[in-house]
């Protein structure tokens, strides 16, 4: 099956620990995207990747970092700078295209104790 | 930045009624996407639509766009109980990415 896995689908973090979320794609995309979503809200890009070991901020980007050492794969790590972590986190993909239809993963729902 | 604003905020309708969601947007755009959210859940794309395009249908959905008053509708006919959802437009202006608005929440009554 074709498709973008999340993992986990719930994650805890300590106040002050680093937690890294995973996102995986067999779609053969070329762009992946990172979004969080507050609870009632629309969804805010924190990081997009056009391409293999490239990536861009979004317009919220403090407190979270991300790599794409594979096309398959764009992990977001949470760091003790972003103050307000607790959310959904929503990952995406696309082949990157005019269109830019984008396919997404389950979520996964980050809270800090 | 949220580039476009779905109005109303939260719908409710009978079962069987027609749902009618309407978007707008500040800048110029290539396209205007569509999108469904079932609660807990990643999205769903359901329809695009280009910038030259005036309506589009698919299924028991019917898009229009106008893009001189910056504007886009999704209508859904017939509505069920499964449709109850929150729903997304999203504005692209690039390959780049796509920018999302605040969403619509459905509630369908039986």
């Known amino acids: 099956d074709g498709g973008i896995t999340q993992s986990p689908k719930y994650l805890f973090r300590k106040e002050g620990q680093n937690v890294t979320l995973s996102c995986e794609q067999n779609?053969?995309?070329?762009?992946m995207y990172w979004y969080r979503q507050d609870p009632g809200q629309g969804l805010r890009l924190i990081y997009y990747s056009q391409i293999v070991n490239d990536f861009q901020k979004g317009d919220i980007a403090e407190g979270y970092s991300v790599s794409r050492e594979k096309k398959e794969s764009f992990p977001l790590t949470v760091t003790s700078a972003q103050k307000n972590p607790t959310a959904f986190y929503l990952c995406?993909?696309?082949?990157?295209?005019?269109?830019?239809?984008?396919?997404f993963g389950p979520g996964t729902r980050l809270t800090v104790l | 930045s949220q580039q476009g604003e779905e109005d109303p905020q939260a719908l409710s309708i009978q079962e069987g009624e027609n749902a009618t969601m309407n978007c707008s947007y500040k800048?110029?755009?290539?396209?205007l996407q569509w999108y469904r959210q079932n609660s807990g859940r990643g999205l769903v794309h359901l329809i695009l639509?280009?910038?030259?395009?005036r309506e589009k249908h698919s299924g028991r959905l019917r898009v229009t766009l106008d893009t001189s008053k910056k504007s886009s509708s999704l209508l859904i006919t017939a509505s069920r109980a499964a449709d109850t959802a929150s729903y997304f437009c999203?504005?692209?202006?690039?390959?780049?990415?796509?920018?999302f608005g605040s969403g619509t929440r459905l509630s369908i009554r039986p």
């Open positions: 639509i280009r910038s030259n395009e």
């Open positions: 999203a504005t692209g202006s690039s390959a780049s990415k796509i920018i």
């Open positions: 779609l053969n995309h070329d762009a």
């Open positions: 800048t110029s755009i290539n396209n």
């Open positions: 995406a993909s696309s082949n990157g295209r005019e269109t830019n239809e984008q396919f």
